[in-house]
């Protein structure tokens, strides 16, 4: 089993950044990787995927611009820096883990159901 392990969850205000980090219990290059979030009394919401050959990536519009994925297949470690923040932002976000798929990220966001294994989710609260 592969499990997935976040840190870097916490309170900043609008317009600061914050790294996000997801360790992995396996061989990170094996799989595809992608950044999820989701506010309450709303849908889990894609917003960054990280391709498991060269590492593209791909950026929801809400996002774009501003956050950035990332991934160290030597310390089986990826992350997620986010810039200029906003309240808008405020959520649980997840980092998930699933086999590679055609096409990587250089389309679009994957969606969750292609991905097998979750973090446990970090609060991500942006207030002044």
């Known amino acids: 089993q592969v499990q997935l392990v976040e840190s870097g969850g916490g309170l900043v205000q609008p317009g600061g950044s914050l790294r996000l980090s997801c360790g992995v219990s396996?061989?990170?290059?094996?799989?595809?990787i992608g950044w999820f979030r989701q506010a309450p009394g709303k849908e889990r919401e894609g917003i960054v995927c990280?391709?498991?050959?060269?590492?593209?990536?791909y950026s929801a519009n809400s996002v774009k611009g501003r956050f950035t994925g990332s991934r160290d297949n030597v310390k089986n470690t990826v992350y997620l820096q986010m810039n200029s923040l906003k309240p808008e932002d405020t959520a649980v976000y997840y980092c998930?883990?699933?086999?590679?798929?055609?096409?990587?990220?250089?389309?679009?966001?994957?969606?969750?159901?292609?991905?097998?294994?979750w973090g446990q989710g970090t609060q991500v609260t942006v207030s002044s």
């Open positions: 396996g061989s990170l290059d094996y799989y595809a």
């Open positions: 998930a883990a699933g086999p590679p798929q055609y096409g990587g990220c250089l389309y679009g966001i994957r969606p969750a159901s292609e991905y097998t294994y």
């Open positions: 990280i391709s498991n050959s060269d590492g593209s990536t």
